[in-house]
């Protein structure tokens, strides 16, 4: 009997989210529990965006506009600053399809993507379900990306180079100079896919903004999502910037209506809440600050971070730590999956959060 699949797709692992709130619930009975494990925007939607869904509710017997022109309009004004056109933005369904559609519509069978390895796991998975050979890099001691070894593993074959910045799970950076001297040594026909998920969370002018350089270098695409600031991850929208040729061939891939009618109108509204993105991060920064000093003060190891969650290393198996939080109520994400078996990495909450958080970790055996 033939096998009823491929060997990549017998090899793959379903991608593995942050436990919900209602699991916890179920099976340990803790009645409010603090989900600090998915980075998440803890305040939620714009009002702006929960007024407008409540609208669309009544038009869901229609389906969406499946090129998202109002949303795409709306996009390119609020990126007029770096020279972005319609014709430059593809949406898709979180950034996680438009990886999909990177690999589907440039990287031929017998050709393969280059990233750093731990970074999101999206990458591996959509190659090994395309069949498509991948080439990791490890990451330097402090856990950021070492783009002068990315550099040497690009071959004959490479056609895509992922790279995260920030990176997911390490909330690390590489600088202007490092990445620009990526660029001057990287061949132009190698696409350069920047995810920059975590951008708006930045606050070192020394890290580079890919949509600074998306005019100038036609084979980089550029993505950012409404998942994270924005707080519309469970409506799923993302979008990538580039070139409009590589922007005309993945929407041939793209599957119609791929972005459903509440979640184009939440996001263009979620852009008109400025006032929602500036608490957003004002309540970041204020939680970063606080949880990194205070890891500091109770000799817990952890990265810096540019993002809204941090990766904390206690020096040994993490699971334990783990389940003891989850019984506390809190859930964060062990990162075994990314060969981080000694860490969790911990998203950003109120102000409430953080500190019972902290006061949780403090309770715990050898913390």
Do not use: W
């Not at 998202?68 to 990126?79: F, G, I, S, V």
Request: glycine share 6%; net charge neutral.
């Amino acid at each position: 009997m033939k096998p009823l699949v491929t060997q990549n797709i017998e090899s793959l692992r379903p991608y593995e989210p942050g436990k919900p709130v209602e699991e916890i619930q179920r099976e340990l009975g803790v009645a409010d529990p603090i989900k600090m494990a998915s980075n998440e925007n803890p305040l939620g939607p714009s009002p702006k965006a929960i007024e407008v869904m409540k609208s669309a509710c009544e038009q869901m017997h229609y389906y969406p506009d499946g090129g998202c022109y109002y949303l795409k309009e709306k996009l390119a004004k609020h990126l007029k600053p770096y020279d972005i056109e319609p014709h430059n933005l593809i949406i898709g369904n979180g950034t996680n399809e438009i990886i999909e559609f990177v690999i589907r519509t440039f990287v031929a069978p017998d050709e393969n993507v280059v990233t750093g390895d731990p970074s999101f796991i999206i990458y591996k998975l959509a190659g090994i379900s395309h069949n498509r050979e991948e080439i990791t890099v490890p990451l330097k001691d402090n856990l950021c990306y070492d783009l002068t070894a990315v550099n040497r593993a690009i071959n004959d074959k490479t056609k895509v180079v992922f790279l995260a910045n920030p990176n997911n799970p390490t909330g690390r950076v590489f600088d202007i100079h490092e990445f620009e001297h990526f660029l001057t040594h990287t061949p132009e026909d190698i696409i350069i896919c920047l995810d920059e998920a975590y951008a708006e969370y930045v606050d070192n002018s020394e890290i580079p903004n890919g949509l600074e350089y998306a005019p100038y270098r036609s084979r980089l695409i550029v993505l950012r999502t409404f998942s994270k600031i924005y707080g519309l991850a469970g409506l799923r929208v993302g979008y990538g910037v580039s070139d409009k040729s590589l922007i005309s061939y993945m929407d041939r891939v793209r599957p119609p209506f791929n972005v459903n009618r509440m979640a184009q109108a939440a996001a263009m509204a979620a852009l008109d809440d400025q006032t929602h993105i500036r608490k957003s991060i004002e309540i970041n920064q204020k939680g970063r600050k606080y949880l990194q000093s205070e890891f500091k003060r109770f000799g817990i190891k952890y990265y810096p971070s540019q993002t809204n969650f941090i990766l904390i290393d206690f020096g040994k198996p993490a699971d334990s730590y783990y389940q003891a939080l989850l019984k506390k109520g809190y859930i964060t994400r062990p990162v075994k999956n990314y060969n981080l078996p000694n860490c969790l990495r911990i998203t950003i909450g109120t102000d409430e959060q953080n500190r019972g958080l902290i006061q949780a970790l403090t309770e715990l055996p050898d913390a």
